[in-house]
């Protein structure tokens, strides 16, 4: 089965760090999201890209969080600097847009800012 | 007030119980919706497509009902492997097509 695979798994850093996590999209899929979810907020949009162009990132926090589409095969969110209140798992999902809701997740980063 | 919402449970049955879950929208714009599951610890993962005319997948039948604004989930003859928190999902129409998620129902299916 085909998947998306996230990068790293887990990460530990400390508070001010610079974070990057990376997402390789299934091959042939035109759009790709990041979200993250905690346990009060369930899962909340962070940014989501067509074609490789950002269509939304007004759920990303501007001043510390990035996220880019160099190519078709690597999405990438970068927290600088890294808070506490950033734990949490950080998923990637991508998907056709023709096909309606139906995305493949990655199986997440689960970040932990000490 | 959330766009969507869903009872967080938990619901606890016993094996081969029915269980429905039910989820209300507020955005009439939402154009399609979807049932995902998840894990503990692991990615959502789609479960089924919801449709005006009900569809159903083995022991999963899913209903939308948009006069009501409500989706329904209904799970017969409930397996230990069904305990998951499942999600409801609305998709948005028009360019943006966003993705719109409730919280998440909770399941626990016991011996």
């Known amino acids: 089965d085909a998947r998306v695979t996230q990068t790293p798994r887990h990460k530990v850093t400390e508070m001010g760090q610079e974070v990057t996590m990376r997402c390789q999209p299934i091959l042939g899929h035109n759009t790709v999201f990041w979200y993250r979810q905690t346990m009060m907020q369930g899962l909340e949009l962070l940014a989501y890209f067509r074609n490789r162009a950002p269509l939304d990132d007004s759920g990303m926090p501007k001043d510390r969080f990035s996220a880019e589409m160099p190519d078709a095969t690597l999405a990438t969110l970068k927290i600088q600097p890294s808070e506490p209140r950033d734990s949490a798992v950080y998923f990637c999902a991508s998907g056709l847009a023709s096909a309606g809701g139906g995305y493949t997740f990655g199986s997440g980063t689960r970040l932990t800012v000490v | 007030r959330k766009e969507v919402e869903q009872d967080p449970g938990p619901f606890n049955v016993p094996e081969g119980a029915t269980v429905a879950f039910n989820c209300t929208y507020s955005n009439s714009a939402s154009q399609s919706f979807f049932w995902y599951r998840q894990d503990c610890r692991k990615e959502p993962k789609l479960l089924m497509s919801?449709?005006?005319?009900?569809n159903e997948d083995g022991r999963f039948t899913a209903q939308l009902n948009r006069a009501s604004q409500y989706i329904s989930l209904l799970i017969r003859d409930s397996k230990l492997s069904d305990s998951a928190t499942y999600l409801c999902?609305?998709?948005?129409?028009?360019?943006?097509?966003?993705?719109?998620w409730g919280l998440g129902t909770s399941l626990a299916v016991n011996p």
């Open positions: 919801v449709y005006s005319s009900g």
């Open positions: 999902v609305g998709l948005n129409a028009g360019n943006n097509r966003k993705l719109i």
